[in-house]
């Protein structure tokens, strides 16, 4: 596949998400983020990115270089979109320290013998 091909068909992978997402709200009012620079804004840069990936991959057909289009950008937008991992408060479940929470100090007993195919038989 030549490289013009590619980007133009990954720039169009990268406007699935976002045209699909209008597709699904077409039973109601029009969504308020259409009339948003931002949204706009961040609809460019997901084509243009899923452009920048199917020419980068080289693709060899043109299902390839939808789906490397579609998936760069939402990979993208979907880590962008993930909440930062916090830490547990002291004493909370599961926190370091707090009871019955794991520990590196304590480890598991280990089993007396392996497993042998007598003892899956007589289970």
Same mark, same amino acid.
């Given at each position: ?15 699935? @998400? $976002? ?36 020419? #980068? ?8 270089? #939808? ?19 916090? @830490? ?30 007598? $003892?899956?038989?007589?289970?």
């Amino acid at each position: 596949m030549d490289p013009t091909s590619a980007i133009i068909l990954g720039c169009l992978g990268g406007a699935v @998400p $976002d045209v699909l997402r209008v597709i699904g709200s077409r039973y109601g009012p029009l969504p308020e983020y259409l009339g948003r620079p931002y949204f706009w804004f961040s609809l460019v840069l997901l084509v243009i990115i899923g452009g920048l990936a199917a020419y #980068l991959s080289t693709p060899g057909t043109a299902v390839e270089a #939808l789906a490397i289009g579609f998936s760069a950008p939402e990979i993208l937008s979907r880590l962008l979109k993930r909440e930062p991992v916090r @830490p547990a408060p002291p004493g909370a479940p599961g926190a370091p320290g707090a009871p019955g929470a794991p520990s590196l100090q304590t480890a598991a007993p280990a089993p007396a013998r392996p497993a042998t195919l007598q $003892d899956y038989w007589a289970a």
